[in-house]
């Protein structure tokens, strides 16, 4: 089954307050962009907000292409997880209320990405 991967604080902030879910993304020996689907539950202004950051952040890189796709409410989202999760076509990262995120965890969607925010040549730091 794919597999998603949490986000820690920093992917945090941008949802104020909401888990995050994402998948490890293979990195591609091309020039070509890796696409990267995102779900959210992001309407009206809040939606119109994350477009923004999504727009910026494809325009401030030529690796990925975030394709946002909002799913409407937090459990339409929610479910559509679940059933992704069964038929194995979940996104690339997906928004997700912080209540969710044990129960993903329990289902064995989700895992930490701390070997990678917290060790190697990419890790946070306090400076950064």
């Given at each position: 089954m794919k597999k998603v991967s949490f986000f820690g604080m920093a992917a945090?902030?941008?949802?104020?307050?909401?888990?995050?879910?994402?998948?490890?993304?293979?990195?591609?020996?091309?020039?070509?962009?890796t696409k990267v689907v995102l779900w959210d539950a992001m309407t009206g202004?809040?939606?119109?907000?994350?477009?923004?950051?999504?727009?910026?952040?494809?325009?401030?890189?030529?690796?990925?292409?975030?394709?946002?796709?909002?799913?409407g409410s937090y459990a339409t989202l929610n479910q559509k997880i679940m059933a992704a999760a069964k038929s194995r076509t979940l996104p690339d990262i997906s928004q997700a209320t912080y209540t969710q995120v044990p129960d993903y965890q329990k289902d064995g969607i989700v895992s930490s990405l701390d070997n990678y925010m917290l060790h190697g040549k990419n890790k946070i730091s306090k400076n950064s």
């Open positions: 945090l902030s941008l949802f104020a307050g909401q888990a995050v879910v994402s998948s490890v993304l293979p990195m591609t020996a091309s020039a070509a962009r202004p809040y939606g119109k907000s994350l477009d923004n950051i999504v727009n910026q952040f494809n325009n401030s890189q030529s690796k990925y292409t975030v394709v946002r796709q909002s799913q």
